[in-house]
């Protein structure tokens, strides 16, 4: 029976999971993925997972939020008055795409509303999964060796 090895192309189909079991990527949405082992294509663990998979074979993994879309940092969480959003409605869980300055460069960046009051709003530049466990359920169905 063939395994994944280092080097070989595969293709999984998998699930993500949250700690509390909630789905929040699958590949029944996105189709199948395709890698090659050893090209830092996917995240490291879920790298690993596959290596020694059989066609057919399904295994579960968890992810540490450092790995994934890195810890929560602190600093990302700001403050900024009310009146930066005149006239537009906003509310706690809205997703809003910001202005940032990196490098000398303007991008527009996601961040979400965490708090509104009269005089602030409060917005967290965080990767919503940031810092947080997850569990990968992957499925290998193809295997392509180097």
């Known amino acids: 029976m063939q395994r994944v090895k280092e080097n070989d192309s595969v293709t999984v189909v998998y699930d993500g999971l949250l700690d509390n079991g909630e789905l929040f990527e699958s590949s ?3 189709g199948p993925l395709q890698f090659t082992l050893g090209s830092n ?12 998979m059989a066609v057919g ?3 579960t993994v968890e992810v540490n939020g450092e790995e994934t879309f890195g810890a929560r940092r602190p600093e990302l969480i700001q403050t ?22 990196k490098d000398g460069a303007s991008h527009q960046v996601p961040a ?6 009269d005089a602030t709003v409060t917005i967290d530049f965080n990767h919503p ?10 499925t290998v169905k193809e295997i392509r060796q180097a």
Do not use: N, W
């Open 28 to 30: 029944a949405d996105t």
């Open 41 to 52: 294509s996917v995240l490291p663990s879920f790298e690993e997972a596959v290596l020694g």
């Open 57 to 59: 074979e399904t295994k």
């Open 80 to 101: 900024v008055d009310r009146a930066t959003f005149a006239g537009k409605e906003i509310q706690p869980g809205m997703v809003l795409g910001m202005q940032m300055e």
């Open 112 to 117: 979400m509303v965490t708090a509104v009051d």
């Open 129 to 138: 999964l940031a810092g947080q466990k997850l569990t990968y359920r992957i």
